[in-house]
């Protein structure tokens, strides 16, 4: 019987795993490196938390400046832009974390094995993907249980899907970047060093009218204002208007070109 298995099983090509299957098999690596270490699941929460608790406070003064939304309470006016710094920082941490698998050495025996260049960078990018969903949605429960956020009907649910696809693609900016810098100091400067002009050159923490006018100028030309307005008007007035097309269509093109820059680096590693 086993001679005449032989023939069958000899003549067998074997062809590897599907993309399919290569992504999900290295996606879920990615999340156990974050699940399986309790303090950085709890920073991992903890973190926007902190934050929103922190701004909500500093800043709660704009409400009463003139400019602000009549009617809106401050709560209200941050969180929505807090969905979408939120998912820039964490869009940050997919190139940290690529980094760190080139330093010790992962990435290298990824490339022993016969599965395709392109999956590592999916499934990084989809992994970090899952953790910004969990981020937002423990972001949106406790903000309206501890802090009065008062989101208008299902609103809130658009404005999550818009910040996760803004988060999607910068985190392919940052991948593309890492490919190319590699030293991971080097990286974390230049990952700060971007986001504060977008968090903060932008109408997240207060109406463009109570900006200085280089800065309103800035802010208008920040693509993160387009979707921090978006998401206010998804989230206040339970609307979809052309900003939130205009953010979306940024961010695919964000990704497409984040995604060519991060092949080729990935491929001169």
């Given at each position: 019987m086993s001679s005449s298995l032989a023939p069958a099983a000899s003549g067998t090509t074997w062809r590897?795993?599907?993309?399919?299957?290569?992504?999900?098999?290295?996606?879920?690596?990615?999340l156990?490196?974050?699940?399986?270490?309790?303090?950085?699941?709890?920073?991992?929460?903890?973190?926007?938390?902190?934050?929103?608790?922190?701004?909500?406070?500093?800043?709660?003064?704009?409400?009463?400046?003139?400019?602000?939304?009549?009617?809106?309470?401050?709560?209200?006016?941050?969180?929505?832009?807090?969905?979408?710094?939120?998912?820039?920082?964490?869009?940050?941490?997919a190139g940290i974390g690529f980094v760190n698998d080139l330093r010790n050495g992962v990435l290298a025996r990824f490339r022993a094995l016969p599965i395709n260049g392109g999956s590592v960078l999916a499934a990084r990018?989809?992994?970090?993907?899952?953790?910004?969903?969990?981020?937002?949605?423990?972001?949106?429960?406790?903000?309206?249980?501890?802090?009065?956020?008062?989101?208008?009907?299902?609103?809130?649910a658009g404005a999550l899907l818009l910040a996760l696809i803004v988060g999607w693609g910068l985190g392919w900016l940052f991948l593309a970047v890492a490919t190319w810098m590699r030293n991971p100091e080097t990286l974390q400067m230049f990952t700060f060093l971007a986001m504060f002009p977008l968090m903060f050159g932008s109408s997240a923490y207060m109406p463009l009218e109570g900006l200085p006018g280089w800065m309103q100028f800035v802010a208008t030309i920040n693509p993160l204002t387009y979707a921090i307005d978006a998401s206010r008007e998804l989230t206040l007035q339970g609307t979809l208007s052309s900003t939130a097309f205009t953010s979306i269509g940024i961010s695919l093109v964000i990704a497409a070109g984040g995604m060519v820059f991060a092949a080729k680096g990935f491929r001169r590693q």
């Open positions: 590897g795993s599907t993309l399919f299957t290569q992504v999900m098999v290295l996606t879920g690596r990615s156990r490196s974050v699940l399986l270490d309790p303090k950085n699941l709890l920073f991992t929460l903890l973190t926007p938390l902190m934050m929103l608790l922190l701004f909500s406070q500093v800043f709660a003064n704009v409400a009463n400046t003139p400019g602000f939304p009549k009617g809106v309470s401050y709560i209200n006016f941050l969180m929505p832009a807090t969905l979408v710094t939120t998912a820039l920082s964490a869009a940050m941490t990018s989809l992994a970090d993907l899952v953790r910004s969903a969990v981020q937002l949605i423990i972001m949106i429960v406790a903000a309206v249980a501890l802090f009065g956020f008062t989101p208008k009907g299902f609103g809130v």
